[in-house]
């Protein structure tokens, strides 16, 4: 998912000093981090009620086991069912094709918003291998271009893009860190005027804005309760170096195979085939994986690595592996969301695959690593990678291992294709 098209925010005027700029920024960025956070907590919460009831209440008025074969598969298709219904009826047809979207791009009509956000909650409780990132973050940046460039139409377009961006990364991740790493790599090579921190200031008081608004109203984390590394020896660096490599290899095997099952789901035309038959495809994954395969991925990450050595190798190859095809055919076939959050469940079940193999390995350089090597093939963004490997494994000492066991897996998926399509439905490199 790249972010190339993710614009910078304004740059200083040549007749007023940095701190003229630079103030009048702070309360948009404020309003609009808040306002960021509240539409994405609130989406999480309806898709977490609607997942209850789906899940919970419905099989047991049923009689029926709410994670059995038989009800993964009914409720995957249904969920199918529902989307397709969404982007066939609902005006703006829950936005473009979600394979061409990555995180940020430009401005969507908003009519689509409401379509994509309802899109984007049935597929999160029902059980989609697909996050909430990219429609969250659209929808933001729609609703914030919209409003801004009526409040304020003489404010670069722009502008209001990037700090709609940020707010939303930082709300998703908890922390303003993440947007500020991810608005940094799209201001690389972009003109602007002033330092890159005056550049930055407004995404980064939005993404503290967005980030502070999540930590007071929800509980994120990324500690997944992994043993800390306290001291890191050579074997360690070897290891991480070793495992991030094999999954970033791991990962771009669904790179190389997503244009292929993107077509052959293009092919049936209509999305009342397309998403009933890959929710289809979805739930008989699910039954052959099992409920830990299902969802966004982030909750079920935590469960996977709360029982680290109780798990055998071939059982976690299985749940890598069922993951992985999940992803692509969630990606493929039309629901609605974002990549990254079960591309952490894919890393971190292939990293726990790594260590069971050779137990003399830690679990949080096993876990960290493949979960690095395997964000780096799917989403091709180096901050956001090593960001997220580092804080699953919450150790400080992680961070220099991570550094340099980036380096081989960046060689490996540098320039191959990425985990999104251009509008002809081709791999970007």
């Known amino acids: 998912m790249t972010t190339d098209h993710v614009p910078p925010g304004p740059s200083p005027s040549a007749d007023k000093t940095p701190l003229q700029v630079l103030l009048p920024q702070v309360l948009p960025a404020l309003v609009i981090g808040v306002a960021a956070s509240l539409l994405y907590l609130g989406i999480s919460a309806l898709a977490e009620e609607f997942e209850h009831v789906l899940w919970d209440d419905l099989p047991d008025a049923l009689g029926i086991g709410g994670h059995s074969s038989l009800w993964i598969i009914i409720m995957l298709t249904a969920t199918g069912i529902a989307v397709g219904l969404v982007v066939w009826k609902v005006p703006g047809h829950a936005g473009p094709d979600p394979a061409s979207m990555g995180l940020g791009g430009v401005p969507l009509a908003l009519v689509v918003v409401p379509g994509l956000l309802l899109a984007s909650m049935l597929a999160l409780a029902g059980g989609v291998s697909l996050g909430p990132e990219n429609p969250i973050i659209a929808s933001n940046i729609a609703l914030t271009y919209w409003l801004g460039r009526r409040v304020a139409p003489t404010v670069p377009g722009a502008a209001w893009v990037a700090l709609a961006s940020s ?24 003109p602007g005027r002033g330092s890159l921190w005056d550049r930055l200031f407004a995404p980064l008081v939005a993404a503290g804005a967005g980030a502070m608004t999540t930590q007071l109203l929800a509980d994120p984390s990324f500690d997944m309760g992994l043993p800390p590394l306290t001291d890191p020896g050579w074997a360690d660096l070897l290891a991480a170096l070793v495992i991030a490599s094999a999954a970033a290899v791991f990962g771009l095997a669904s790179c190389y195979l997503f244009p292929y099952v993107h077509a052959a789901f293009r092919r049936l035309r209509h999305p009342m085939v397309m998403l009933p038959l890959g929710g289809l495809a979805l739930g008989l994954l699910g039954a052959l994986g099992g409920p830990l395969t299902l969802f966004k991925g982030l909750d079920q990450t935590r469960e996977l690595t709360s029982s680290v050595g109780s798990w055998s190798s071939g059982e976690l190859a299985k749940l890598a592996a069922v993951k992985l095809v999940a992803l692509l055919v969630a990606a493929s076939c039309g629901f609605r969301g974002g990549r990254i959050f079960p591309a952490v469940f894919i890393g971190a079940a292939f990293g726990l695959f790594a260590q069971a193999l050779v137990p003399e390995v830690h679990p949080a350089v096993a876990v960290s690593s493949a979960v690095l090597g395997v964000l780096l093939a799917t989403t091709r963004q180096g901050w956001i990678s090593l960001f997220t490997g580092a804080v699953l494994a919450s150790s400080p000492a992680m961070l220099a291992l991570l550094c340099l ?25």
């Open 167 to 190: 707010a939303t990364i930082g709300a998703l991740f908890g922390t303003p860190v993440a947007a500020a790493l991810v608005i940094s790599e799209a201001l690389v090579g972009q």
């Open 405 to 429: 066991a980036s380096l081989p897996a960046w060689l490996i998926v540098t320039g191959r294709p990425q985990l999104e399509l251009d509008h002809q439905g081709r791999a970007l490199h």
